[in-house]
């Protein structure tokens, strides 16, 4: 997975796409939302895994909704969310709180607990009304931590370190320019380099 600027805090968090053998994922650098970044990272996953290798299967009605139950499953196994939810109000203190230890955002939370049986359809309208009521419909209500991927960058280090390439060796082996690498990772990949630096 690689951070890239997509040029706008605005558009899709995330995307993903074969290339040849490789399955890149790439982070949107300028998601100001970390909560709505990682359902984004989780939907792309879910193509990933149900949908990348039965390209022949006609039986995908909507690809999209698939991706989305990925996410959602992903990031708030049923059973837990179930247990934390069934035993408290689902008022905005509770729900926040779950959101946080989960890491999700309060209304993808909701939502979830409305597919795994924790809050009844009424209920479910009830958090939604609440929610409109006070403005907070779409607001970021849980303090989620970014998580920068970092996979990419330790294996091109290690490439460089460890196995000697250079940043044209590398440049051909990822598939992305030069000046690309060093938009993505100015630290690995400064553009002024006076002095090889050794990790230790
Ligand atoms: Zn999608």
Do not use: C
Request: glycine share 4%; hydrophobic share 50%; no cysteine.
């Amino acid at each position: 997975m690689a951070p890239v600027k997509f040029g706008s805090t605005d558009i899709i968090a995330a995307y993903s796409r074969i290339r040849g053998q490789q399955r890149w994922f790439w982070a949107n650098t300028q998601a100001t939302d970390p909560a709505r970044l990682r359902f984004s990272l989780a939907h792309e996953l879910g193509h990933a895994v149900l949908h990348w290798e039965r390209i022949a299967d006609p039986v995908v009605v909507d690809a999209e909704t698939e991706a989305h139950h990925f996410a959602s499953a992903f990031l708030m196994p049923a059973d837990e969310i179930k247990r934390q939810l069934n035993r408290v109000t689902p008022n905005l203190a509770n729900l926040t709180r779950v959101a946080t230890q989960w890491q999700v955002s309060v209304q993808a939370l909701v939502m979830r607990a409305k597919q795994v049986g924790s809050l009844s359809a009424a209920e479910h309208a009830g958090v939604w009304r609440m929610l409109n009521a006070r403005g907070l419909a779409k607001a970021a209500l849980v303090d989620v931590h970014p998580e920068p991927p970092g996979v990419l960058a330790s294996l091109l280090a290690l490439h460089r370190e460890e196995h000697g390439h250079d940043d044209a060796a590398i440049a051909e082996m990822t598939g992305l320019p030069l000046a690309r690498l060093q938009d993505l990772m100015p630290s690995l990949f400064p553009i002024r380099q006076t002095r090889r630096l050794r990790a230790v």
